[in-house]
């Protein structure tokens, strides 16, 4: 069901927003401490390991135990009011696009809709249009994640005057460039693993049917997930570094900070400084969040997607236009 088939013509683009959004919200609630504790990772420094007795953080389990104490649990949704906005929206617009570019693709090329290789080019493509309208909420988002205690902003008001009066309105969309650079890429080969999945489960239990779809798309979703952020996984630490710029001061009980003038100069600097395993911080947590965070983002989509079409009466099969 993910993306547009003339075969089984059920939901419009709108309602492909609505089962966006929603699965979207779900996901966040239950995906936001491991986000919290991937953040802290990747805007460390210091070497992620025991053995260096500066590092604050230098293990999943370590982390949470120290962020639980010193922090309390409501740590591990710092920034989550942001996120929801991000959430919420970047799944509305991405499915909503993905879902359109699909259909063009279908209507004025020869190409079919259900084709891998389509979905590569209109994942990244929808993921892109989705970031570039929900950048600002990214940042505002990391920087709540990333601050300690005392915290700096103590609410989002506070957080948007702040940085706009302070920072200026390009504040919002720092980190833009690897975040872009990054996400046409790992949303691509998201939805394109998917659905290479998908297939390949179908060919391998093809009695299955609709028996244990929703398992199905949950394992091809988080399979999905770890590929692809695995293989862009350096970008995403750029970004985080780039997004926490001018905001050193609020870092300072988490170890070193640095200042990076730009894309660039914040690969040079990890490479010097960290060597290549500094690109690769968080990869853990990273993971473990893309498993869960893709799958459960196509199992909800795909979920609601299937419960708008139970709700519509069985002689409007007719694809809506959305």
Not at 51 to 64: D, E, F, S
Not at 99 to 127: D, I, K, M
Request: glycine content about 10%; charged content about 15%; proline content about 4%.
């Amino acid at each position: 069901m993910v993306g547009y088939d003339p075969e089984a013509k059920c939901v419009s683009t709108v309602e492909a927003a609505a089962a966006g959004s929603a699965s979207g919200l779900v996901t966040r609630v239950l995906i936001s401490p491991l986000d919290v504790v991937k953040i802290r990772f990747q805007l460390q420094i210091e070497q992620l390991s025991s053995r260096n007795p500066t590092a604050k953080y230098h293990g999943i389990l370590q982390a949470v135990q120290r962020i639980f104490r010193e922090e309390g649990l409501g740590a591990f949704w710092k920034g989550h009011v942001p996120a929801q906005f991000l959430s919420v929206g970047y799944g509305a617009v991405q499915f909503m696009a993905f879902e359109s570019l699909t259909e063009l693709v279908h209507n004025v090329t020869s190409y079919s809709a259900r084709s891998s290789f389509v979905h590569l080019l209109c994942g990244g493509l929808a993921a892109c249009t989705a970031t570039v309208a929900v950048q600002p909420v990214d940042t505002l988002r990391t920087r709540f994640a990333a601050q300690g205690e005392p915290k700096i902003y103590p609410n989002l008001r506070h957080a948007v005057v702040t940085m706009y009066q302070t920072e200026g309105p390009r504040t919002f969309y720092r980190g833009l460039t690897p975040t872009l650079i990054a996400i046409f890429p790992y949303a691509g080969l998201q939805f394109f693993f998917y659905n290479i999945l998908q297939q390949f489960s179908e060919w391998v239990i093809p009695a299955e049917g609709k028996k244990g779809g929703n398992i199905k798309n949950l394992v091809c979703g988080s399979c999905a997930g770890i590929i692809s952020k695995t293989l862009t996984y350096p970008l995403d630490v750029v970004k985080k570094r780039l997004q926490v710029g001018g905001f050193e001061h609020a870092r300072a009980a988490f170890g070193q900070a640095r200042t990076y003038r730009g894309f660039l100069d914040c690969v040079r600097q990890i490479m010097r400084e960290e060597g290549s395993g500094g690109f690769f911080k968080g990869l853990s947590p990273s993971l473990l969040k893309a498993a869960l965070s893709t799958g459960l983002v196509f199992f909800w989509y795909e979920l609601f997607c299937s419960l708008l079409c139970a709700l519509k009466s069985p002689g409007s099969a007719g694809r809506k236009e959305g």
